[in-house]
Nanobody, 123 residues
């Protein structure tokens, strides 16, 4: 059974940084594309960062590009999201997702999803 567990969510002041982690089990992590999504009440879920499996090319949504960095450690079965220069608009529940195909992540149709971790950015 595939399991994705996010951690690292917290409340932080605007301009601050956080690093989220997502540890996967039950899948061939090194062969799996990973992504981070977020959802705010009343808004649709949005994909913000994606990382493919080797070579680990990355993609970012415009609203986080230059501030967020996605990375992976295949030995630890973990994907990270380093978030810098946080804004109040970044307040959301953050989810990681996994799929063998990057195209499924990019279209929000990932096979596996975590339960989410809350990030709150206060002004």
């Amino acid at each position: 059974q595939v399991r994705l567990v996010e951690s690292g969510g917290a409340e932080v002041k605007a301009g601050g940084s956080l690093r989220l982690s997502c540890t996967a089990s039950g899948l061939r992590f090194a062969d799996t594309a990973m992504g981070w999504f977020r959802r705010t009440p009343g808004k649709e879920r949005e994909g913000i960062a994606y990382i493919n499996w080797g070579p680990a090319n990355t993609h970012y949504a415009a609203q986080v590009k230059g501030r967020f960095t996605i990375s992976r450690d295949n030995a630890k079965h973990t994907v990270y999201l380093q978030m810098n220069s946080l804004k109040s608009d970044d307040t959301a529940t953050y989810y990681c997702a996994a799929d063998r195909l990057m195209t499924n992540l990019l279209t929000g149709r990932a096979s596996h999803w975590g339960q989410g971790t809350q990030v709150t950015v206060s002004s």
